[in-house]
């Protein structure tokens, strides 16, 4: 039998209840998508989580060990999600650092989530929600475990037609979406916000600057969006996702949307079936 | 034997890795101290905890089971502080939240921190952190379990002759201390920032501002509290401190401060003796 979790290298479904992770959030977290053995974006993701455990000070990560595991948790699925969760482990009452911090790392795969091909053809309903993102640049960027504005901005809409929701900050710049990049096309420029404030740096993202170096990483006010011209998501899980509609305001699915997509079908990822 | 930690009412010592509290620090805690079976605060720490389920959309505590619990897990002991995690439970990948929460309930007893004698007689010595608190008015207030910032700040330093860090927002206002809130006589006005878009509300705090209804909650400037009259710190767990030096800045050890550490002696502490 494989074991889908491993809590430090072992199979287990647990771990401390003194753990720094759930005490503080004080971890990390990348969530993977496999085709079967491959990881496209695998390099991505370890670059993004050895530069976060810099900043918040964590030893850095045994990646080939996290590749190894991610293997084991993965095996006989076609499709997964792995999610690696990196914490600084166990910790007694107290904010101050452990003088020898022994990290805990809990790798566990899912099956990826279900997103309806029309989703991927004609574009994801959004709306944009109340809360405005707190600007931390000590944070920003990072997939750290703190995520409770994500959990109360997700908890703004239940109605099944909305897929996602802008995220701006308290100036009404668009940050991203509540699990997802967001880009734009504004006057006929490609536009990312910036995320030296708040907001995830997500890898698929990473992947999208990479493909168009002329992207604009900008401010993006929630006016300039709803001026745009084509409007996509970014997801390391879910890929590229056309918006189709943002409050009253409707979208085309655009050429760039529509060549991102293609691009994620060369790195070896098939949404459209798996996702 | 007594068990010290209590899993969901059971004695246990690890909680699922796939909580909510540890993959998105999905939930509040209280770090409340004991005399004995004597817990002074504690209809305070309850009304916080109750108020921050209803904010966070957490099912409402069960108080009376919660109270068995902390009696159970410091039985024996003299002098004891329990910290009590509630999250919002076992959840599936992703932010929405799960139909039927059923929140994990984590009570754990420690021996109180070992604070100086000499540190409740003459004051803590105090630095201004770097890291600001980034501004959230919906988590603003609550002991929640995303505390990266706290962590950060408490980090900037190792001196130990540094007892604590003042924290400010990005515009100076200073907020707190890292564990404890804080309060300042200005201008012979007794003054406590307002929380109302950062920080967490102390049940320490409540209980000053309860004895001293005549107390203003405003905005405090830095250079305001540097021009102070005397300055303490209220904390559940360590009671009230002095503050005797703000970096290059002293501070005498004033009437209030002396008045209040005399009210805590009232309400059944013995700082000095368990802390």
């Given at each position: 039998m494989t074991a889908r979790m491993l809590v430090n290298g072992v199979a287990a479904e647990q771990v401390s209840a003194m753990d720094r992770g759930l005490a503080y959030g004080d971890g990390l977290f990348e969530s993977i998508r496999l085709v079967g053995t491959v990881a496209p974006l695998w390099s991505r993701h370890m670059h993004r989580l050895a530069a976060s455990c810099e900043r918040l000070r964590m030893p850095a990560p045994d990646t080939t060990q996290l590749w190894r595991e991610a293997q084991e948790v993965t095996r006989d699925m076609p499709h997964s999600v792995v999610r690696i969760t990196l914490t600084r482990g166990i910790g007694e009452r107290g904010y101050a650092l452990p003088v020898a911090p022994r990290p805990t790392r809990v790798v566990v795969a899912f099956a990826p989530p279900q997103t309806p091909r029309q989703i991927y053809a004609q574009g994801a309903r959004m709306r944009v929600c109340d809360i405005r993102l707190a600007e931390q640049p000590l944070l920003a960027g990072m997939k750290h475990l703190n995520r409770l504005e994500q959990v109360l901005a997700r908890a703004e809409?239940?109605?099944?037609?909305?897929?996602e929701g802008v995220l701006c900050d308290s100036h009404d710049r668009v940050i991203s979406a509540t699990m997802a990049n967001l880009f734009a096309v504004v006057d006929g420029e490609l536009l990312t916000p910036a995320l030296d404030r708040c907001g995830v740096a997500g890898v698929a993202r990473a992947e999208v600057l990479a493909t168009y170096p002329q992207i604009q990483v900008d401010e993006l006010t929630l006016d300039a969006l709803l001026g745009a011209s084509e409007v996509f998501l970014s997801s390391s899980v879910r890929g590229i996702l056309p918006v189709r509609s943002l409050g009253e305001r409707d979208y085309p699915v655009g050429e760039i949307t529509r060549q991102l997509q293609q691009h994620w079908r060369n790195l070896g990822f098939t949404m459209e079936q798996g996702g």
């Open positions: 809409w239940s109605d099944p037609v909305i897929a």
